[in-house]
């Protein structure tokens, strides 16, 4: 067994020198316990990568499991890693993802102390460092020894005799599991086990159902305003629902379909504005960048109005999370989906989802190359976005029918979709920003339709710098569709979705 010059181990429980047996260890701990935060953002990224963020006594301490141990001096909750103060701390955090703030996963009480292994003279052989870590719900010690030069041998007994007392090593995902056993990270996109015989309604209610805890999920951080993303989660996970209802055609009624469209693009409604203008304000040093700095305080009205609406959407978005009514309707369609008892089944209910899923996800793929096919720089900009929305929902019918077909096979043509759709994205990003830009200068005109001229300037020439951007953007979705309609693409998707019915 072979350890570099510092290991890290996590024991779950307090520090006990006697759990070591054969050490001759010395512990001496500090005299005052501090309260402690653990850091990482929803869905625990910071974790993910093997590291663990922990803020007491003033500081940012960030543990990787090879025994690192980055510090600095700030407050971390909150906050953007972009946005920490320069430090060891944010540039080893420099990956973290840029739209997701910093929040408490736990919070709780730590001890650190220093230990030292010893021989029979009393001479230190190996030093260490303890931080005991305390929570209502559980209790974990993070061991940091150090190698000293001339005592390997003793160094790999002191390591052996770690892991002997049941220590993990370099494990740091069970910090968490022992402060907060059970406590599972968050995943917008959750695995959902299907069987190729299951029910077509059984796997909609089982996508359904799951979707509908992810929206739950992500309504405190909407309401806590943490960052932007909760919404954007939200969001796309009432899309995700609102999806299958649509496109799974015939596994239920015609009557609960319309019903439930209805219902869930009701729930979407009020959060269409707030996120439009989250997207403009996380713009906002892009569309700086595009116009002349002699236009740009015609953008500081534009973005101090965009300001003011958004607290106005959040607050009223707030209220309604928060009504009576929503969490009642929230709870009754979490039972609805709970079961197929209360469901009205359509034609299609019992058929076999692995069946199902190939002739759906067939018949779109075949849309969505004969529209893609028939665009050129002349076509008009509705079929772009028809083409963008079949994407969508081809992307979509893939990705919830994924765990019944080859990962491998599916990866290779999720790629080249993902590509198109990106494009897409950009090209429909830059239609609807304009759209946008001409209803504020309406709206910002007198009553003769004369508008501020700061105003109007910093607008239309971020207008023609976006409609340069949006042509440029249909020239890539062109060649990008070639890529996607390749023959071994065509293939694949042929093998996958229509060999069964050759």
């Known amino acids: 067994m072979s350890f570099e010059t510092e290991t890290l181990f996590v024991l779950r429980g307090a520090f006990d020198p006697a759990k070591f047996v054969g050490l001759n260890l010395r512990y001496d701990p500090e005299r005052a316990s501090k309260p402690f935060v653990l850091l990482d953002c ?30 600095q001096r700030s407050k971390g909750e909150g906050r953007f890693a972009q946005d920490l103060p320069g430090g060891p701390v944010r540039d080893a955090l420099h990956r973290f993802p840029k739209l997701r703030a910093l ?17 029979d003279l009393e001479k230190t052989q190996v030093r260490g460092c303890v931080t005991v870590l305390s929570t209502a719900n559980g209790q974990v010690t993070v061991i940091r020894l150090s190698r000293l030069r001339g005592y390997d041998k003793a160094y790999l007994r002191a390591c052996d ?7 993990d090593r370099a494990d740091l995902s069970a910090i968490v599991q022992a402060l907060e056993p059970g406590e599972a990270p968050y995943r917008a996109k959750p695995e959902i086990t299907l069987g190729r015989s299951e029910p077509s309604i059984q796997a909609a209610i089982d996508i359904i159902h799951t979707f509908l805890k992810v929206a739950q999920q992500n309504e405190s951080g909407v309401v ?24 799974f055609k015939g596994v239920f009624s015609d009557d609960q379909t319309a019903t439930l469209k209805k219902t869930f693009s009701d729930l979407m409604d009020p959060t269409g504005r707030l996120r439009d203008l989250d997207v403009y304000l996380l713009e906002k040093d892009i569309y700086y960048s595009l116009v002349p700095h002699t236009l740009q305080p015609g953008l500081d009205a534009m973005f101090g109005q965009f300001q003011k609406e958004r607290r106005q959407e959040l607050s009223r978005l707030t209220r309604r ?55 050129t ?44 759709q990106d494009n897409l994205g950009l090209f429909n990003d830059y239609s609807v920003q304009q759209e946008a830009l001409q209803q504020f200068a309406a709206q910002q005109s007198n009553a003769r339709g004369r508008v501020d001229v700061k105003i109007g300037l910093a607008i239309g020439g971020l207008i023609a710098v976006l409609d340069q951007r949006q042509r440029a953007e249909r020239d890539r979705v062109i060649a990008n569709f070639q890529h996607f309609d390749a023959s071994d693409t065509r293939q694949m998707f042929r093998h996958l979705f229509h060999r069964s019915k050759e």
């Open 42 to 71: 929803h869905d625990q990224s910071i974790r993910a990568s093997g590291r663990t963020l922990l803020e007491f006594g003033g500081s940012l301490h960030l543990l990787d499991g090879q025994g690192a141990r980055w510090s």
């Open 103 to 119: 929040m408490e996963i736990t919070s709780g009480v730590v001890e650190e102390g220093s230990l030292a292994v010893l021989d």
């Open 161 to 167: 005799a770690m892991l002997a007392a049941g220590s």
């Open 224 to 247: 806590a305003d943490i960052d932007t993303e909760f919404l954007h989660d939200y969001r796309v996970s009432l899309r995700r629902i609102r999806s299958v209802i649509s496109l």
């Open 321 to 375: 999370l928060r009504s009576k009514a929503y969490q009642s309707q929230m709870a009754e369609l979490t039972a609805l989906f709970s079961t197929t008892e209360c469901l009205q089944p359509g034609p299609n209910a019992q058929r076999g989802a692995y069946d199902y899923a190939c002739a759906l996800i067939w018949k779109r793929y075949r849309k969505v190359c004969k529209i893609a096919r028939s665009i």
């Open 377 to 420: 720089p002349e076509t008009p900009e509705e079929v772009v976005h028809d083409l963008r929305i079949d994407c969508k929902k081809l992307r979509y019918l893939m990705e919830f029918f994924a765990p019944l077909f080859d990962v491998k096979d599916f990866k290779s043509i999720l790629k080249p979709l993902k590509k198109l």
